[in-house]
T-cell receptor
Framework: NAGVTQTPKFRVLKTGQSMTLLCAQDMNHEYMYWYRQDPGMGLRLIHYSVGEGTTAKGEVPDGYNVSRLKKQNFLLGLESAAPSQTSVYFC????????????FGPGTRLTVL | GEDVEQSLFLSVREGDSSVINCTYTDSSSTYLYWYKQEPGAGLQLLTYIFSNMDMKQDQRLTVLLNKKDKHLSLRIADTQTGDSAIYFCAVVGGYNKLIFGAGTRLAVHP
């Protein structure tokens, strides 16, 4: 039981490049989330999903897209990376609602030059 | 919208008690959480309290909730070097989503 895993762990992009971050959970959780963590700002919700095939915008969705084609996977895409997207990205999942315990992945550190 | 505030840094001596404070603006949150983030790792749920409780104790951890003042605190007794981490307060905000504070970095020194 691996919990929540994220790939890759680190990535450096040039401005304008695209990439996809993969989150996988093996706990059969319905809800999945993507957060970004910036110094002094805590975690901010980018997008979330309440079930397979569904996605919704969070607090800071601009510049990102997501997909939940399979229940266990939640993908975060950057179509045209910008330096402002330099951050640490965390994926999380919870059993049913946001008030259930959220289990976090180890994070992806992304640098956009 | 919902706002959660924490002091950014706390330094304590090993063996002393640590108290990390948090204030929030929305009083409708049913649950209030404390998450811990160790260096290079994701967040891990440390403890939580129901909004109808004033206090919850779990071994070395004590959570106090003052709903009138919208104030939440986490007390760690006999703080150890292994407690060095960033501690995040979180409440349930609009659309049933967690709102995190900026995190308090706890440094434990001998």
């Amino acid at each position: 039981n691996a919990g929540v895993t994220q790939t890759p762990k680190f990535r450096v992009l040039k401005t304008g490049q695209s990439m996809t971050l993969l989150c996988a959970q093996d706990m059969n959780h319905e809800y999945m989330y993507w957060y970004r963590q910036d110094p002094g700002m805590g975690l901010r919700l980018i997008h979330y999903s309440v079930g397979e095939g569904t996605t919704a915008k969070g607090e800071v969705p601009d510049g990102y897209n997501v997909s939940r084609l399979k229940k266990q996977n939640f993908l975060l895409g950057l179509e045209s990376a910008a330096p402002s997207q330099t951050s640490v990205y965390f994926c999380a999942s919870s059993r049913s609602t946001s008030t259930d315990t959220q289990y976090f992945g180890p994070g992806t550190r992304l640098t956009v030059l | 919208g919902e706002d959660v505030e924490q002091s950014l840094f706390l330094s304590v001596r090993e063996g002393d008690s640590s108290v990390i404070n948090c204030t929030y603006t929305d009083s409708s949150s049913t649950y209030l959480y404390w998450y811990k983030q160790e260096p290079g790792a994701g967040l891990q749920l440390l403890t939580y309290i129901f909004s109808n409780m004033d206090m919850k104790q779990d071994q070395r951890l004590t959570v106090l909730l003052n709903k009138k003042d919208k104030h939440l605190s986490l007390r760690i007794a006999d703080t150890q070097t292994g407690d060095s981490a960033i501690y995040f307060c979180a409440v349930v905000g609009g659309y049933n989503k967690l709102i995190f504070g900026a995190g308090t970095r706890l440094a434990v020194h001998p």
